[in-house]
């Protein structure tokens, strides 16, 4: 144990003895620092790679021409846009964005252009962020990784 002696010199008085218990402090530090690092871990893990549309690239070699793939979600459903072509995939008639459609049509563009990795998506104002994220989630399981956000313009 850690101890503290305040000596009062010779006036007579009893000295001051103080124990300090310093193993409960460093349990707590201890579980402190485990908890830390369990949780940075499920931050990685937790984590969604986004890129700003038309930010700078990391990589040294000129990008390969690909497709303009472009996925606007609005008040009617999902818009996408494959160069020159657009396709319309209307909501459920419960009212909800149809992701198995948008996953079906993008897998399709993908067989056809099998070097397409990048695509925007851009949602309306007024559509919840819920739904942006569902979006986002179809083109990773369509096999888009690149995937940037953007205002819907």
Not at 38 to 43: D, G, L, N, P, R
Not at 102 to 121: G, H, M, S, Y
């Amino acid at each position: 144990m850690a101890g503290v002696s305040v000596d009062t010199g010779g006036s007579g008085k009893k000295s001051v003895d103080l124990q300090i218990p310093l193993v409960p402090f460093i349990d707590m530090l201890a579980m402190m620092i485990t908890f830390l690092m369990m949780t940075a871990v499920w931050t990685q893990i937790g984590k969604l790679q986004v890129s700003q549309a038309g930010g700078p690239s990391d990589s040294s070699e000129p990008p390969k021409p690909t497709l303009q793939l472009n996925l606007t979600l609005t008040e009617q459903g999902y818009k996408l846009t494959a160069g020159a072509n657009a396709f319309d995939i209307a909501k459920t008639p419960e009212g909800k964005f149809d992701g198995a459609k948008l996953v079906e049509k993008l897998k399709v563009i993908k067989k056809d252009n099998p070097d397409q990795r990048a695509i925007t998506v851009m949602a309306e104002d007024s559509i919840q962020y819920e739904n942006l994220v569902t979006a986002v989630d179809k083109c990773l399981e369509a096999e888009l990784p690149d995937v940037s956000v953007s205002a819907a313009m």
